[in-house]
Nanobody, 111 residues
Framework: QPVESGGGSVQPGGSLILSCTAP????????IGWFRQVPGKQREGVAT????????YYADWVKGRFTISRDNAKNMAYLHMNSLRPEDTGMYFC??????WGQGTQVTVSS
């Protein structure tokens, strides 16, 4: 089961790095996705990365600002979030193979 960390409150223009790991399990054989949910709206995709990191996908609203990466040797995946905007606020989830979901970590961007 993935476990996320790294969320918090930042001012607009700030940065955060979200981390995802799976204690007792290996993420290496799984694609990893980051998703965001805000109250009253459906969960939406933010970015995904293939098992070996060779392929990535980004939602249009994060292109050029967020970077997804992984370190299979450390059993970790990351979402580097730069130039954060108030509209990026939400609960961010890590998922393995779109099947195994973490509990989420809250990101709040406000001045």
């Amino acid at each position: 089961q993935p476990v996320e960390s790294g969320g918090g409150s930042v001012q607009p223009g700030g940065s955060l790095i979200l981390s995802c790991t799976a204690p007792g399990d290996s993420l290496e054989q799984h694609s990893i996705g980051w998703f965001r949910q805000v109250p009253g709206k459906q969960r939406e995709g933010v970015a995904t990365i293939s098992e070996n990191g060779g392929r990535t996908y980004y939602a249009d609203w994060v292109k050029g600002r967020f970077t997804i990466s992984r370190d299979n040797a450390k059993n970790m995946a990351y979402l580097h979030m730069n130039s954060l905007r108030p509209e990026d606020t939400g609960m961010y989830f890590c998922a393995a193979d779109f099947e195994y979901w973490g509990q989420g970590t809250q990101v709040t961007v406000s001045s």
